[in-house]
């Protein structure tokens, strides 16, 4: 959980492209004492999982991802997940 919200705070900052993004978000984590990071994204969206397979993210293979919604339920949804070694 404290990834996510790290990466979500990153992210907004327009400041910096997204590759930039991302390596901010991935120091961040890593000074937090984790090892691994990861995310999840959609099949379907191959100009995502290109980028992130050049930055050094390993696709892990399919899985659902029970999505939190606005109401507070979980919405499954198809993804692949992402991981890269800190």
């Excluded at 937090?32 to 050094?56: D, K, Q, S």
């Amino acid at each position: 959980m404290v990834a996510r919200a790290v990466v979500c705070s990153v992210a907004t900052d327009r400041k910096l492209d997204l590759g930039d993004r991302l390596a901010a978000a991935e120091e961040q984590v890593r000074a937090a004492g984790h090892g691994e990071i990861w995310l999840a994204v959609v099949p379907g969206n191959t100009t995502a999982r290109r980028f992130y397979a050049a930055h050094g993210w390993v696709d892990r293979g399919a899985e659902t991802y029970d999505a939190l919604t606005l109401a507070g339920a979980t919405v499954p949804v198809p993804v692949h997940r992402y991981v890269k070694a800190l």
